[in-house]
């Protein structure tokens, strides 16, 4: 019989050989370029445009975001309803996004199927009239909606940290009020749509089993829309952080929880900090295992749960801590979080608790390049990052070799508490 | 088609394992048949309760997550009405990791007082953040209520109320354990870049000496045939008025499961749907309107679920989705809105698919359910269904007597 109490060896994930498969690269004939990887059993295909029409570019509140939710709502030759049900009748899901630099139009499909739905894309991106009806539902409904999520306070706590962080002029941190979707006018959709989605420079990512012509389908469809002749206009924004630090609001007197959230500003991606950070994040509050997960959930049963995480902006980033702890509770989990932070400061993290994490987070790499889609949103990542797969191996090298001493500076250089906004809604 | 091997271990437990070596990962994934419809009606939510215990130290190892992530694995876990489904990917190099922490609590788990007290909180902090904190979090526990007289999906996996969370003993943790997680009730699914025989050993070795249990017979009253129209109001503060409606369905097994499913993708499935173009585009009377059925084991309900746009009287509302209702039990369905619905149905196979932790979860659905096998005949019975069956499908479930409406006002 075996003896349970000794676990069977393992391998160290921090020995595997971690590969980033390499994705082809082609431009069509006006030059958009193209990001592909072929890959996968199922026959299934993901194509992402990404275009620069985040809120970045908007000249007023919630523009960038109602264009690119209205691309199919109307064309030139087909209604809302035709459009939704020609995707729909192919299986084909067409999702948009809005970030805050780019925004996206992804199409899901089985491969029988991508060249009936191609060119209903191409017609969104040149045809889209936005339809004066279509909008007056559209905020009808959205102001709706906006109503009910003012209700909850994760919604509201989400709202305020960014502002706080960035002010409210940066696009990090503006948000959305019932009087903008009043303000929305259909010719400033159409201006907008035209500078930044028909004119605009557009990056295409696709995966999965890719047909033998992929690279001819795209340029025959794409390759002669008007797409990449307006520059990206060069915009700043400087983030104007808010004075006072700490903040309690209360949204529903009736509230049995508190969403609270705490955060400081961090560099991008491209400082030489970012992906030691990552590593002392999830010792943090990265992951399940985490100091602040186990602490507060596991031993003291404040919350369902408390993360930590480095916000994924292009420019500038953020390093969060974001919870709904009980009503009753909420001051006693936001000096747990000191107290963990204090203890990053003043203690090396003990070897076992680090190899427990590099070993975490090596695995999690590894399942995480599992699959075409996977391994396109890294891609995706690294280019509108402007970063290669040498950000990959170096991120790679830092979670094997980081030691405690480098991440316990770390922490004394970042997680100081009076550098972080403290903020509590019930 | 997913190919399996299957075999069954001297103490009933099921093995299930699925050859994908096209990824260096390994799942491996264990569905005990025991759901929240398996609880006491006083003590309802223990069986998500208890999903949170199996994290809180077994037999011989006081921490399942530590070992697990070590190796580099992540794990989770979720209960249903119907089952709870516990699921870990890791590196395939260290899948006897994942044998061991399994095979160790389901030979028996610490029951530690402090894992219980702590774990009361953090499901009642769940509750909280899902259910009360949340404008309309209690619509279904009343619509479950009004909808079920009798059978156990009168409550929700997370119980019908804190209390029942909050007097949850360890005796009662220990009863749950040795009725339920024993390994004649419970499957083994192992997916990845592993090998049927080398599983086969492991399994042997790790889960092979446990004793089996005695079989879960599953007695659940069954629903009685609802005979009258029920109707029920509320009035919370919320900004807008939501209307749900819902209609019991056949379940998992039989074979009006597969029309009522596509019923409610063409009802409310996506922006070509009849609902979301009649009543949210064209008449303008709910923001937003969903349609969709819960899926579950015994016979289920179909919803429609929606939120009035301000100034629509409540009886507005439903009335044209009454008109819609008597539409699809009229005239049913073209033929083409049948193809659109099928053709959708495929390619979500197709995409949940492509993960091997989905697939591996499938397989041990099927399994619980009769027969992995059945996995790989399932878009098959859609594709089989006919307009004359949807339309048969929706006057016996749109039957007004089969009805259950809730009127959620804004205070």
Sequence with gaps: MQNRKVAPPIVDAVDLNLVLKPCDRYKLDNGVPVYAVDAGAEEVIMVEWVFYAGNWYEQNNIVAATTNFMLKNGTKKHKAFAINEHFEFYGAYLNRQCYN?????TLHCLAKHLEHVLPMVAELLTESIFPQEELDIYRQNQKQRLEVNLKKCDFVANRLIDEYIYGFHHPYGRYTSTLDYDRLEQEELKAFYRQYYTYGKCLVFTAGKLPANMQQLLNSIFGSLPLNQAEIPAVTFNAAPAAEKKYNIINDPDGVQCAIRMARDFPNRKHPDFAGAQVLNNIFGGFFGSRLMSNIREDKGYTYGIHSYLQNHIHNSAWMISTEAGRD?????????????????????????LDLVRNYMMGSLLGDLDG????????KNYILNDLDESYFYNTIGIIRKITAAELQEMANKYLQDEAFYELSVV | MIQFNRFVLENGLRVLVHEDHSTPMAVVNIMYDAGARDENPQQTGFAHLFEHLMFGGSINIPDYDEPLQRAGGENNAYTTNDLTNYYCQLPAENIETAFWLESDRMLSLAFSEKSLAVQRKVVCEEFKEHYINKPYGDVWHKMRELAYTTHPYRWMTIGKELSHVENARIEDVKDFFFKHYRPVNAILVVAGHVKTDEIRKLAEKWFGDIPPGTRYERNLPAEPVQTAPRFAETYADVPLDALIRTWHMPGRLDKGYYPADLITEILGGGGSSRLFQSLVKEKKLFSNLDCY???????????????????????????ALDEEIVKIRQSGVTETELQKVKNKTESIIAFEDMSVMSRAGSLALYELLGDAQLMNT????????????????SNIIFDENNSNTLYYHAK
């Design chain 1, 372 to 379: 075409p889609f996977q391994i396109i949103a890294r891609w």
């Design chain 2, 378 to 393: 399932e878009l098959e019975k859609y594709q089989l269904v006919t307009t004359a069956d949807i339309l048969e499908s």
């Design chain 1, 329 to 353: 509770v909420s001051a006693a989990t936001i000096a747990e979080v000191y107290k963990e932070m204090a203890l990053l400061r003043n203690e090396p993290v003990p070897e076992e608790e």
């Design chain 2, 293 to 319: 059925h819960f899926g579950t084991i015994d016979p289920g309900l179909v919803a429609i679920d929606g939120k009035l746009v301000k100034g629509v009287s409540m009886e507005e509302a439903a009335q």
């Design chain 1, 101 to 105: 630099e780019t925004a996206t139009i």
